[in-house]
């Protein structure tokens, strides 16, 4: 029984014939799964505080770095008043955890912002001169396949999710002031593992093995953070749940409630849709494969067979189907590049296997479309455009990007599936990617403030000049001799230009005056205003 003291606010949910009780007690939170077996109760607990401090356990995060490297240290990016409050309130807090404090470290990575789904702001430190003279650990993490075999024959799942899991592992001492980061409210480290690290994840792994040693492959596997149990029966599950939160509780690892997910009969886990009925691939990554465009070139051929060689399971006859691409990858083809042969040839095998592929993935299309809605756009609507889609443009990871990019206009409507078109977008000219997207990578967009003070996330203008931070230099361009005689052609100016997030001068590029009059006017005048000593207009 619970006494009263301890269920300050309880939620009962039904599971079957049994009881799900989540309890928030006064004093100590802890989790409670209660279910009626041969008359009996058995109360599973485990503890859900929100993780603080700095736990001693028996793994902690090293860093260790090549002997006479350079110590990296980058500079204070510049930030908006919001950003500035976002950072000066997540400094308070991680210091008020016990897990960052002031540092006299030579290191000093950078640190930026990136919007969450929500509308708040994430801080994320750039750590890639650290990791580029850290000395790489060989921990291996599972094999995703491997993992998903072992749940096969289960009908009842539980999917666990540990809260802030990196920072609930400690860094050794000697290493801390090596993840020192600048901001403009002075230099701090971190005593607690942060994100970004390129050995982290190899630390998490260890720790997670470490715990769950015994039940690895029984009836847990463990991914990172990403801990699913499975069982045959609820009793089992019960038992399974027993265990698991009892180890985490005494290793004192907190658990994010917002993200567990208990006693399911089908769940989401690596990808993939686990149920008692088997395996499938996760419906976004079905649209992924069903949206690509045709390759036209190796590279392109290369990526398409890896994103679709993950999910050859699914695929039946998929060496088959997929070799006249793979002979296109090879150094020596059947045919002599350059040949009319080798077009006509590889022209027909590219469009053959490509077809066939998507051909022999109609039922996962068919079970795609059928959680898709009908798309409701129209030429002249102004829409956001997935960031994904439009390669690494600003230069740095794709995880730290905006999640879109625009608005930008609708020029034209492609297709006419029923699950949603393809749209031509007037994307600016200096993003060298095909303008056309699947409803899917699309959404709508309405006037909003939720970045009033944040000018990389502006709705841009049409021009882009958002995107383009500023003109470096100009210069004439050559101008060849003509063959007759008659009039010289008239010399033309070219500009080099530099692009926002872009740190490195190798990539700047250059652009005539006629391209950057289309899509950055507004750029081209103020330079021209600055050259000839005139102040900007009122």
Known sequence: MLDDESSLMWHIKPWWNRILLLVVPRQRPVIIIAHQVAGEKSVVGGSI????????????????VVP?????????YRMSPVELDELRRQLKELTEKGWIRPSNSPYGAPV???????????????HKGLNAITIKNGEPRPRIDDLLDRVQGCRYFTKIDLKSGYHQIAIRPEDQHKTAFQTRYGLYEF??????????????QHAMNMIFHDYLDKFIVVYLDDILLFSRTVEEHAEHLKTVLGLLRQHQYKVNLEKREFGRTKILYLGHEISADGLRPDDAKVASIRD??????????????????????FVKNYSTIASPLIDLTQRQPTAAPGSIDFVVKYEQMLQQAVEHIRKSQDAMIASENKHRRPSNFQVGDRVWVKSSELGQEMGISRKLMPQYFGPWEILDIVG???????????????????????????????????????RSMLPPTMDGEVDIDQIVEHQMMPVPRPSRTGRPPKPRMQYRVSFRHHLDP??????????????????IAGYERERKGKMPAE
């Open 416 to 454: 006419d599936q029923p699950d949603g078109p393809s749209y031509v977008i007037r994307i600016p000219a200096h993003l060298r990617t095909y303008p056309v997207f699947h409803a899917s990578k699309l959404a709508p967009f309405a006037a909003t403030e939720q970045f009033p003070s944040r």
């Open 68 to 76: 006479g490297s350079k110590v990296p240290r980058g500079r204070i």
């Open 506 to 523: 190798k990539e700047d590029r250059w652009f005539t005056r006629e391209e950057l009059m289309r899509t950055a006017p507004q750029v």
């Open 292 to 313: 690509w465009p045709r390759p036209q070139t190796v590279t392109e051929v290369r990526s398409f067979l890896g994103m679709t060689g993950y999910y050859r399971p």
């Open 49 to 64: 505080y929100e993780p603080t401090g700095v736990v001693e356990r028996e793994v902690v995060h090293a860093r260790e």
């Open 112 to 126: 930026l912002f990136v919007p969450k789904k929500g509308g708040t702001l994430r801080m994320c430190i750039d």
């Open 191 to 204: 005593v607690v593992m942060p994100f970004g690290l390129c050995n982290a994840p190899g630390t998490f």
